[in-house]
């Protein structure tokens, strides 16, 4: 069973910096597309960021393109989100997950078949 575990999340100023990262386990994690998606309280669920299984295509939503960056260790059965320039609306839980059916990367969340719990972002302004 596909296991996944987020880490890296805490308190932060506006225009700080956090360094998530997600752990797998259970399966073969090179086989998995992989994403990040965020969820503030009220709100749905949203995508954030995906990278596809070799690590070379990337993608994200538009409120965090050029401040965040996506990228995944496949030797170590990790994937990052780095986030830069953080703004007090990008408070949310933070969760990562993963498609098998994906090569390359996909953003939406119907296409993920495995979830972790989440890891809580609150940026200060």
């Known amino acids: 069973q596909v296991q996944l575990v987020e880490s890296g999340g805490g308190l932060v100023q506006a225009g700080g910096s956090l360094r998530l990262s997600c752990a797998f386990s259970?399966?073969?994690?090179?086989?998995?597309?992989m994403g990040w998606f965020r969820q503030a309280p009220g709100k749905e669920r949203e995508f954030v960021a995906a990278?596809?299984?070799?690590?070379?295509?990337?993608g994200y939503a538009d409120s965090v393109k050029g401040r965040f960056t996506i990228s995944r260790d496949n030797a170590k059965n990790t994937v990052y989100l780095q986030m830069n320039s953080l703004k007090a609306e990008d408070t949310a839980v933070y969760l990562c997950?993963?498609?098998?059916?994906?090569?390359?990367?996909?953003?939406?969340?119907?296409?993920?078949?495995?979830w972790g719990q989440g890891t809580q972002v609150t940026v200060s302004s």
């Open positions: 259970g399966s073969i994690f090179s086989l998995y597309a």
């Open positions: 990278i596809s299984r070799s690590g070379g295509s990337t």
């Open positions: 997950a993963a498609a098998q059916r994906w090569t390359d990367y996909t953003g939406s969340r119907n296409d993920y078949n495995y």
